[in-house]
């Protein structure tokens, strides 16, 4: 059984809803030809214009089709090819030079910025990559769910290649349920990492509560309704003299169950057994003072009536 001094390793990680997966692209060249949109960025280099200030940098595509080159106007590429842009900025500038020449390169896409980043695991099990689609990849492993959206990315890319990992893993939890003493049971879960064991899933609910008592234990989940697989946890032991014997280590899905402290939940539960008789009780004798008042002074104001003149 795996517990703080000798731990296990587990399984190779699955993808489910709602784990966010982190994805980065390492290779991500669009097929040829490729038409420039909006927002889109290219590289511009030029040579036979100016010196000061020389035609060079990024320039984005701006929505309204065109690339704003300073003080050498505006030229339209939105639709064009990176070949078709080159000829339309030569084009431009032989409105002003007798011979330039311009070097245009494709440095990022907009759809491109699409695909990298954190993608949350839908309800579907599909990761929504924008303008390319979704992708499924439920029930998969890393390395599987790369391969299943290099494989989504190829019809739109030349040989795409992107590096996937789990930003937040929410899909594998337990739970640590604090009986309530007959005040109602509190239920918190926890993403699992791999390291946790009883103590520190006990240290995440900032240690026991008045209503707790010392008994715990570990129940963890089995396919059958007629077994049970309960590992009991010795409070003192794993605390006060540091044996780790029953400081078991957390698996996913297990839930680890404080008992309340039999004394408080009697208490409670007198409580509740008498508190309706306290309050009619007390309504009642409020009501009875309240008569007794009020008669009190109707009888003496009659008695002085009648003895008036």
């Known amino acids: 059984m795996p517990r703080e001094l000798s731990k296990v390793v587990l399984p190779t990680y699955v993808v ?8 980065e692209g390492v290779h991500l060249v669009p097929k040829e ?20 200030p020389p035609l060079q940098g990024a320039f984005p595509v701006e929505p309204n089709g065109t690339i704003n080159l300073g003080r050498y106007g505006r030229v339209r590429v939105l639709g064009m090819t990176v070949d078709q842009a080159r000829a339309a900025i030569d084009n431009h500038l032989r409105q002003q030079f007798r011979q330039p020449k311009s070097w245009v390169t494709l440095l990022q896409t907009r759809a491109l910025q699409q695909i990298g980043g954190e993608h949350l695991v839908g309800p579907d099990g599909m990761i929504n990559l924008g303008s390319y689609g979704s992708v499924r990849v439920v029930g998969m492993t890393l390395v599987q769910a790369k391969w299943a959206i290099e494989s989504h990315l190829s019809q739109f890319l030349e040989r795409p290649e992107v590096s996937v990992d789990v930003f937040a893993y929410n899909s594998k939890v337990y739970y640590v349920i604090t ?21 520190d899933a006990i240290a995440n609910i900032q240690g026991l509560t008045q209503l707790s008592s010392k008994k715990i234990w ?13 590992l009991p946890v010795h409070w003192r032991a794993i605390t006060a003299t540091g044996e780790a014997a029953t400081n078991y280590q957390v698996l996913p899905g297990d839930r680890v ?3 309340e402290n039999r004394m408080v939940a009697w208490d409670t539960f007198i409580g509740k057994f008498t508190s309706p008789f306290e309050r009619m009780f007390g309504f009642t004798l409020l009501g009875v003072n309240t008569t007794s008042r009020l008669s ?4 003496q104001n009659s008695s002085n009536n009648n003895n008036g003149p």
């Open 179 to 199: 009986e309530g003493a007959g005040l109602g049971d509190t239920v918190t879960k926890f993403p699992i990492t791999g390291n946790e064991t009883v103590l």
């Open 257 to 259: 169950f404080i008992a």
């Open 16 to 23: 489910e809803p709602p784990d966010i997966l982190r994805i």
């Open 33 to 52: 030809p490729y038409l420039l949109r909006a927002n889109d960025v290219i590289s511009v280099e030029a040579e036979g214009v100016l010196d000061d």
């Open 296 to 299: 009190g002074k109707i009888l």
């Open 218 to 230: 570990i129940a963890r989940p089995t396919p059958s309704t007629c077994e049970f697989q309960i």
